[in-house]
């Protein structure tokens, strides 16, 4: 092999282990430099003849061109891969299906039945009623006729808090375990509002009070916060019966079905006696013949009438809670409750 045989050979060797354009620039110098090898060669030939001259300088010229050329290629693909790495990072799928604009939100599934709830009691006449989520023992358990060493206290494990500066520490507030303290609070503003009327017959208490309540329980069913609907209706002559015929109508224009079939079932409460709890059993559907609980009742307890202002020989009538989370899960097919607190769009965006 000549020597500018293993000249270009060398370049080709040297250009092709440079990773950077910097490095390229350097093993440039080392061949077409000032003092690189080839200019090194032409600088040899001014001792030369001029046939001499001739022969070799086109010789060594054959060589530049093929240094140059091979520099050249090194350089573009070295550029080449500069710009693929740059588009790797900063790739852009334009394949990927493009952000849809999203419709608006929606009410929460339990806000629905809510809304369904007051509509349905609106059109009996029924008032909606709101009330504070931190209660105190009297509203919570004490005018609801609950005696201090009653077991209902502990039935309800209560989330007690902390009293505010300044506020006596024997009854510590705590959060509404039910919706019940509403019927003594909405009560005696009825009754405090009829009585300045100067009207000899009292107007009717009809009410509900949707609304937050809280028990120290969680599993599948049970929630620590969960959602409870009061009704009270409190007249002259407010029986039973019409408890069955209230509730029984709610619950059919409810679940849009006639044929489902209520069982008041024999239960105590201390605010109300005789006390029910209510069953519901559906005549089609996947949860067809099997009963299923949703609502605590009975007719408001005498101590409770006079808690809220009235004389129990008077006045009478009947009060219900129910569970609006169970019946939110009865009418949509829902199985877990925890479904409904866990804010995930893919299960709230089904009820929109
Ligand atoms: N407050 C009761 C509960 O939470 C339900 C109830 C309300 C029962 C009104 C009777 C009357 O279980």
């Not at 001739?54 to 710009?83: F, S």
């Not at 790797?88 to 806000?111: C, I, K, Q, W, Y």
């Amino acid at each position: 092999m000549s020597d500018l045989e293993a000249i270009v050979d060398s370049a080709t060797a040297a250009f092709a282990a440079c990773s950077t354009p910097a490095d390229l620039e350097n093993a440039k110098a080392l061949y077409l430099g000032k003092s690189g090898r080839i200019t090194e060669l032409m600088k040899g030939m001014a001792a030369l003849s001029i046939d001499e001259k001739k022969q070799l300088g086109a010789q060594i010229n054959v060589a530049k061109q093929a240094v140059e050329a091979l520099l050249n290629q090194r350089r573009e693909a070295l550029l080449d891969a500069a710009m693929n790495a740059q588009l790797a990072t900063e790739a852009l799928d334009v394949s990927l299906p493009g952000r849809a604009a999203r419709a608006g939100g929606g009410l929460h599934p339990v806000m629905l039945t809510q809304e369904r709830i007051e509509g349905i009691f609106g059109s009996m006449g029924f008032d909606v009623a709101d009330g504070p989520e931190i209660e105190n023992d009297w509203f919570n358990f004490t005018a609801l006729n609950t005696p201090e060493d009653h077991p209902a206290r502990s039935m309800h494990d209560t989330f007690y808090v902390d009293p505010l500066d300044g506020q006596p520490t024997d009854t510590p507030p705590l959060l509404r375990t039910h919706t019940s303290p509403m019927q003594i609070r909405h009560a005696t503003a009825h009754v405090k509002a009829w009585k300045a009327s100067g009207q000899a017959v009292m107007p009717e208490i009809r009410v509900i009070a949707p609304g937050r309540t809280y028990r120290v329980d969680s599993d599948a069913t049970h929630s620590p916060m969960f959602h409870q609907c009061e009704g009270l209706w409190i007249g002259a002559n407010v029986s039973f019966k019409d408890l069955k015929v209230v509730f029984t109508d709610f619950c059919k224009t409810f679940f849009e079905s006639d044929d489902l079939v209520l069982r008041f079932r024999p239960s105590f409460f201390p605010f109300t006696e005789p006390s029910a709890e209510i069953d519901i059993q559906f005549a089609h559907g996947p949860l067809a013949g099997r009963w299923l609980e949703v609502a605590g009742s009975g007719q408001v307890h005498p101590n409770v009438v006079r808690n809220m202002g009235l004389d129990p020989e008077a006045y009478i009538g009947f009060a219900f809670g129910m569970g609006m989370d169970r019946l939110t899960m009865l009418r949509y097919g829902v199985n877990d409750l925890r479904l409904f607190f866990d804010g995930d769009l893919r299960f709230l965006s089904q009820f929109q």
